[in-house]
């Protein structure tokens, strides 16, 4: 006698049809939206925003550990990226919903260590060291100099910022660009390349009524000329 072999599954009917009560009962097309409300779209934005500014941070850091960054280059974006960090979170909604950087990595199970070290330090790591070699060489006294250095410097990023993305109306640049002047006479004394285009920019804003805005042209003008001011700044300080 043959034995018949035995299936290792159990065979499915050709008759089986599926019941109709555990059918799906929305559209495999119909878009699944995450937030229902304008306030908890902006809150996923926003947690986004600082997702994507964590990861690129810390590929940052990573470049410049590998000499595949220069000094210069990497100062500018790690300052724009923590100061963008830091505006994201002025908000209490998303500064709730976020915690902390420890937490916010942990639940989203990101690995950023260079990230999370260097946000927590606030300031990049060519500023750091300098911050560093200057308090042993001047006795300490170091600390304040290295911090006003990073304010002029996230002054300058800030205004140019704002002319990238349009926003050109006097109420908005005149009071950045008063921030420069007063942070950068606070570092230095000394007159530096397109330094009076600041204070030019400033009258020409200051005789522009408040709804004004600048032109296109007069956009890239300015443009040029603050990133001009900017890079003569930059110059003093290696002096």
Excluded at 156 to 164: G, M, S
Aim: net charge negative; proline share 3%.
């Amino acid at each position: 006698m043959y034995h018949q072999r035995q299936l290792p599954y159990a065979p499915t009917p050709y008759s089986y049809t599926p019941i109709s009560n555990l059918s799906a009962t929305i559209s495999l097309d119909e878009e699944v939206k995450l937030s229902t409300t304008n306030a908890e779209r902006d809150l996923y934005e926003s947690l986004a925003e600082l997702y994507s500014i964590i990861v690129t941070l810390d590929a940052v850091e990573k470049a410049y550990l590998r000499d595949s960054m220069k000094e210069v280059e990497y100062t500018d974006t790690c300052s724009r990226l923590l100061k963008q960090y830091k505006s994201v979170l002025n908000n209490d909604t998303v500064a709730k919903a976020f915690v902390d950087i420890e937490t916010f990595t942990r639940e989203w199970d990101m690995e950023c260590p260079r990230a999370t070290e260097r946000i927590r330090v606030g300031i990049p790591a060519t500023v750091e060291a300098s911050s560093y070699k200057s308090t042993t060489n001047n006795g300490g006294n170091a600390d304040a100099d290295v911090i006003l250095v990073v304010t002029a410097t996230e002054n300058f990023i800030t205004v140019l910022d704002a002319v990238k993305i349009g926003m050109l109306e006097k109420d908005t640049l005149h009071p950045l660009l008063a921030d420069i002047i007063q942070a950068v006479n606070k570092v230095t004394d000394e007159e530096f390349d397109s330094k009076s285009k600041i204070i030019q920019w400033l009258i020409t804003l200051n005789q522009m009524k408040v709804s004004e805005k600048l032109t296109e042209d007069q956009a890239r003008e300015f443009q040029f000329d603050i990133e001009q001011a900017y890079y003569g700044f930059k110059d003093t300080l290696k002096r």
